[in-house]
């Protein structure tokens, strides 16, 4: 594919932002809307009549959880090639900002700034496992920072296309992965304690990632919020009783 394709006669690809196995991620035009969007790709072979058949699956599915954190989903479409394999796509908002995996790179972000990138995150997590989903392969590459605030990227049916060209569409692990990777996350953003953090949330950190008794997506946002907004009392109610101490 090369810049200037149009796709479906009405998305003009501008250039490319992304590899992932077989899956490609461009910035394109959309003509009808006039708008800036990303669409990730991935070509079906004619003899992979199954795959296509989940990833149609797998996308509808995934369209259900909806949250402000999560990208946008505009469109989704397969083109048929003359080949009798197709081209799969799904259309989302473009997003302007970094990887919260980049920003680490220039050092620790406020603690302020941290707590509340963090509660955003479990926040969005929250509301995906209310809907009986998971990330299921959540890092700091897949949290974007935009100048409105946080998205999870690896959700949707763009998550889900992206997938399915490194391995199965369905995502690899549940609601207690994505809370353990939450406290992979909050462990990088505040260094395990580090100076200015609030207090309880080193504690925080290493309960999300204990094996057994990890608080949930939701118990950990509530914690985050309060933490966020100076409230200690209740801060402390999702830490087991010997972190409280």
Same mark, same amino acid.
């Given at each position: 594919?090369?810049?200037?394709?149009?796709?479906?006669?009405?998305?003009?690809?501008?250039?490319?932002?992304?590899?992932?196995?077989?899956?490609?991620?461009?910035?394109?035009?959309?003509?009808?809307?006039?708008?800036?969007?990303?669409?990730?790709?991935?070509?079906?072979?004619?003899?992979?009549?199954?795959?296509?058949?989940?990833?149609?699956?797998?996308?509808?599915?995934?369209?259900?959880?909806?949250?402000?954190?999560?990208?946008?989903?505009?469109?989704?479409?397969?083109?048929?090639?003359?080949?009798?394999?197709?081209?799969?796509?799904?259309?989302?908002?473009?997003?302007?900002?970094?990887?919260?995996?980049?920003?680490?790179?220039?050092?620790?972000?406020?603690?302020?700034?941290?707590?509340?990138?963090?509660?955003?995150?479990?926040? =969005?997590? #929250? @509301?995906?496992?209310?809907?009986? +989903? $998971?990330? &299921?392969?959540?890092?700091?590459?897949?949290?974007? %920072?935009? /100048?409105?605030?946080?998205?999870?990227?690896?959700?949707?049916?763009?998550?889900?296309?992206?997938?399915?060209?490194?391995?199965?569409?369905?995502?690899?692990?549940?609601?207690?992965?994505?809370?353990?990777?939450?406290?992979?996350?909050?462990?990088?953003?505040?260094?395990?304690?580090?100076?200015?953090?609030?207090?309880?949330?080193?504690?925080?950190?290493?309960?999300?990632?204990?094996?057994?008794?990890?608080?949930?997506? =939701?118990? #950990? @946002?509530?914690?985050?919020?309060? +933490? $966020?907004? &100076?409230?200690?009392?209740?801060?402390?109610?999702? %830490?087991? /009783?010997?972190?409280?101490?």
């Amino acid at each position: 594919m090369d810049p200037g394709f149009l796709l479906d006669g009405r998305y003009r690809m501008e250039r490319r932002l992304a590899r992932h196995g077989r899956t490609q991620v461009w910035c394109g035009r959309d003509a009808l809307l006039e708008r800036r969007v990303a669409v990730t790709f991935l070509a079906v072979a004619p003899s992979e009549g199954a795959l296509r058949d989940r990833i149609r699956d797998a996308t509808r599915a995934a369209a259900s959880p909806a949250h402000l954190c999560a990208v946008t989903t505009y469109d989704f479409g397969e083109e048929e090639g003359t080949d009798g394999g197709a081209l799969m796509y799904v259309v989302t908002e473009f997003l302007s900002g970094e990887t919260l995996a980049r920003r680490l790179t220039r050092g620790l972000p406020a603690p302020q700034e941290a707590v509340d990138v963090c509660a955003r995150v479990a926040e =969005a997590l #929250a @509301a995906v496992h209310a809907c009986g +989903a $998971a990330h &299921g392969a959540l890092t700091t590459s897949e949290v974007f %920072l935009t /100048a409105d605030g946080v998205k999870l990227l690896g959700l949707g049916p763009a998550g889900a296309l992206a997938r399915a060209g490194t391995r199965a569409p369905e995502a690899t692990g549940g609601a207690g992965d994505d809370v353990r990777a939450l406290g992979e996350i909050i462990a990088a953003c505040l260094a395990d304690g580090s100076d200015g953090a609030p207090d309880g949330i080193a504690a925080l950190a290493a309960h999300c990632r204990e094996g057994d008794g990890r608080p949930s997506a =939701a118990d #950990a @946002a509530r914690f985050l919020a309060a +933490a $966020a907004d &100076g409230t200690s009392a209740a801060r402390t109610r999702v %830490l087991p /009783a010997d972190a409280e101490r």
